[in-house]
């Protein structure tokens, strides 16, 4: 045995110094590790910013002739190469057939965003490259966003504006402008008085109706109370109801003027397609623009992003209803779970007694940060919007049952459930934070006759608030990033009405709202037609993290100045 112990020794000073017993191993691994994390999310926040931004830089149109003599024309989209199933194999001529098997099995094609859904019944078509027999860039072809259908992509035949028609040759880039612009203000109007004042005037008419019902309950039917209300009921209506004729007959009067300025297209197989003016949200000639131009489309696009309402199932248009709930709710959610946590945390560390009572608080509170964030939508239902808001409204708002006010998801109880889903990050944080500070620092403030509360405030919790707002960018991270309880409780794919608007009383926590983390989950999962979403579910998740960085960014300076401040601070 000797012998052995012997020559494991003499192994060892042969074979150098002990890696492991130095530590370098572990230290490689640790580095590595970390430098894989970091490398990870540099990866999806690289991937997310390249295609975001580029998702709205207009490509040029392309236009195909196949080798079957088929027309078609559109964006290239992407480039792949693939392996090809057998029965598709079984569709190719056999010169094809015979140059995929010389090349392995293997095929390049091209993804063409052709548009025109309303004539093709698809956006997008895959082409192999072996079937295009000649390829163009005409600058002819105009790329049309429209409000509905998607975008056309054809030819520009001739305008109709007011009985004046205006053929190929005569229109230009400028003339498409004005009149464009002549549309774009009509459509506007028309929309202004659809949800503005049209809009007022129903929610005019249903708030008389409730109060009308209000008194009847209240007072009965046959009450002097009652018909003193019904006649001032039947006055108001017959007001409003006059108003709104007003405002139908104006819209009608706008719409018979926008119907005298058409456009007719054709696509480059000859289809034929007219649409109103009014009904284009941007065209241009893409092979016919130049750098600036191009920059032009691309930032007005991202101003449509940032200030309009979404449209064609959320697939286009703007998500500024999306980012207005989202930041909503966030400061919402931060207002509520901030007081409740740090005081929950003070008291835990600062008056409670310590012993097995208050180490199984700890413990169940570490636990809660584990539960699936599922559970709390289910709780944050049954228990805000059906037990407290059945209740609010059983007690304040009697006239609008059976339809819910606040017995049903809003804003209001959403921001609350995620308040309470965040707020184990809130309590720990404050623990640790509040525990961080000397003792001695308490124990002097006692000794100069300051109580325990006055201690708390002028001692503890100015150097532990650096700690706490740690905290609660932690949770404001988590909440803005959360979907699922919200699927419960309040989110919605399309809320007609912001939360906030100009109508009595100007906030309005019971509505539901759009989230912009449900508002990528819908376009990368429930729309129609995926590749087309794809674009937007980028640009989405760009701005769901560009909002939340900003978010912990504005709570970061915060808590560098509150550091600064109670660094330079005397006792």
Not at 11 to 23: E, V
Not at 47 to 60: D, R, T
Not at 221 to 228: A, G, M, N, T, V
Not at 310 to 338: D, K, Q, W, Y
Request: with cysteine; hydrophobic share 45%.
């Amino acid at each position: 045995m000797n012998q052995n112990v012997g020559a494991r020794g003499k192994w060892k000073a042969s074979a150098g110094p002990d890696l492991a017993a130095r530590g370098e191993p572990f230290q490689w691994c640790f580095g590595g590790a970390l430098a894989l994390g970091l490398a990870m999310i540099a990866g999806f926040l690289l991937l997310v910013v390249w295609n975001g931004l580029g998702a709205f830089y207009p490509k040029p149109i392309r236009v195909l002739v196949l080798n079957d003599g088929t027309r078609l024309a559109g964006e290239v989209f992407r480039r792949q190469e693939f392996r090809p199933e057998p029965h598709q194999l079984e569709k190719m001529d056999e010169k094809t057939r015979e140059r995929i098997i010389r090349q392995g099995g293997t095929e390049r094609r091209i993804l063409l965003r052709t548009g025109n859904f309303d004539l093709y019944n698809e956006d997008f078509r895959w082409v192999l490259e072996s079937q295009i027999q000649e390829q163009s860039s005409p600058q002819d072809f105009w790329f049309i966003e429209r409000t509905e259908w998607g975008p056309f992509i054809g030819r520009i035949e001739f305008l109709e504006l007011d009985g004046r028609t205006y053929q190929q040759v005569d229109i230009t880039a400028e003339l498409m402008r004005n009149v464009h612009k002549e549309a774009q203000r009509r459509r506007q109007r028309i929309r202004d008085l659809e949800k503005g004042q049209i809009s007022k005037v129903n929610h005019s008419m249903e708030r008389e109706r409730l109060s009308l019902r209000k008194a009847s309950m209240k007072y009965g039917e046959k009450s002097e109370s009652y018909l003193r209300a019904k006649r001032n009921h039947d006055w108001t209506m017959e007001r409003l109801q006059a108003h709104y004729r007003e405002l139908e007959r104006e819209i009608q009067k706008l719409r018979e003027e926008d119907a005298k300025f058409w456009v007719s297209l054709s696509t480059v197989e000859g289809q034929q397609k007219r649409l109103r003016l009014s009904e284009i949200v941007r065209m241009f000639r893409p092979n016919a623009l130049g750098v600036l131009d191009r920059l032009g489309v691309y930032f007005s696009r991202w101003w449509e992003l940032l200030t309009q309402e979404p449209r064609e199932a959320n697939s286009e248009g703007g998500v500024m209803p999306a980012i207005f709930g989202t930041f909503v709710m966030t400061v919402i959610m931060s207002l509520a779970v901030a007081p409740l946590g740090v005081v929950a945390a003070l008291y835990l560390r600062e008056y409670a007694r310590q012993g097995m009572l208050v180490s199984a608080i700890r413990i169940g509170v570490n636990n809660l940060a584990g539960v699936p964030s599922i559970v709390y939508g289910v709780f944050g239902l049954g228990f805000f919007a059906y037990l407290v808001g059945g209740r609010i409204d059983a007690l304040f708002f009697p006239e609008r049952l059976p339809s819910p006010t606040f017995g049903t998801g809003g804003l209001l109880w959403s921001s609350l459930t995620l308040a309470l889903l965040t707020l184990p990050v809130v309590i720990v944080a404050t623990e640790e934070a509040v525990a961080a500070v000397p003792g001695s620092m308490r124990e002097g403030s006692l000794a100069c006759g300051a109580s325990r509360w006055q201690t708390i405030r002028y001692i503890v919790l100015p150097r532990a608030m650096p700690g706490i707002l740690t905290g609660l960018i932690l949770a404001m991270a988590r909440g803005a990033g959360e979907v699922a309880p919200l699927m419960l409780v309040g989110v919605v794919k399309i809320a007609p009405e912001l939360p906030v608007d100009d109508i009595f009383p100007y906030v309005h926590l019971e509505r539901s709202f759009m989230h912009l983390a449900f508002h990528i989950y819908d376009l990368g999962f429930q729309s129609r037609n995926s590749e087309a979403a794809k674009p937007m579910v980028f640009v989405s998740t760009l701005l769901l993290v560009g909002l939340v960085a900003l978010m912990n960014l504005g709570a970061i300076f915060v808590r560098s100045r509150l550091r600064r401040r109670f660094q330079e601070a005397h006792f």
